[in-house]
């Protein structure tokens, strides 16, 4: 799970990141403090769910809301969940209805609201992830869809996704990992391999009820 915060005070930032990391010790948090900043990493990163503040100080004439916008008209992000932060309720109407965020946080807000949040998101109907983020081993990010991916192999160090693309070797995912990120169409046959099910083809039945020997 990635975790976008944009949020243009650092001690606030930095604050709500240890809160989320202790909470979601498995997520990864990635902090912005500008918004051309926080453009381009969700450019080059696919982001699971991002955290905006909607104030982000004087010296930008952005906002988290203009920010939401620009993003909800990119394809891969039009559904993302987007839980605002604000401090005026007025604001809350255009983040619904507008930009129809997720869920929203009123300042000042505490741990409990945090993690209240968190827990509305994944338990939420919408909520789904279909995809894996690794990075080979050329330090590049790649998002693998699990339809993508035939099967999962490890291989001395290294853990090594294989597609119809191509494969993709890296070298921070183990097996065990692997398996808890992926759904359950993903099975580990062999202390080197998963694989995904809906690759697999049945025998058919006469070839199965055969005698002969191959």
């Known amino acids: 799970m990635i975790l976008l915060l944009l949020e243009d005070n650092e001690n606030q930032a930095l604050a ?9 010790p498995d ?16 450019t080059e990163r696919t982001i699971d769910l991002f955290l905006l503040d909607i104030e982000l100080g004087d010296d930008c004439y952005k906002t988290g809301l203009d920010f939401a916008e620009e993003i909800r008209s990119r ?6 969940p987007i839980i605002f932060i604000t401090a005026y309720n007025e604001q809350i109407f255009r983040a619904v209805n507008a930009i129809h965020c997720f869920n929203y946080i009123i300042k000042p ?9 968190i ?7 919408d909520y ?20 993508d991916i035939i099967y999962i192999e490890a291989s001395s160090h290294n853990t090594i996704f294989h597609t119809p693309n191509g494969a993709f070797t890296c070298s921070r995912h183990s097996l065990t990992n692997t398996l808890d990120e992926l759904d359950n169409r993903f099975v580990r046959v062999h202390k080197k391999y998963i694989i995904n099910c809906d690759y697999v083809k049945r025998e058919p039945p006469a070839l199965a009820n055969s005698s002969l020997i191959l």
Do not use: P, Q
Not at 119 to 125: A, G, H, I, R, Y
Not at 129 to 143: E, F, H, K, P, Q
């Open 27 to 42: 997520w990864s948090v990635i902090i912005s403090y500008t918004y051309t900043e926080a453009m381009k990493i969700c």
């Open 75 to 80: 394809k891969r992000y039009s559904t993302i």
């Open 119 to 125: 827990d509305d998101f994944e338990n939420s109907v």
């Open 16 to 24: 709500l990141k240890e809160v989320i990391a202790e909470y979601k």
């Open 109 to 117: 807000y505490n741990r409990s609201s945090i993690h209240k949040a």
């Open 128 to 147: 789904k992830i279909d995809y894996i983020n690794i990075r080979d081993s050329n330090g590049v990010y790649y998002t693998l869809y699990y339809k």
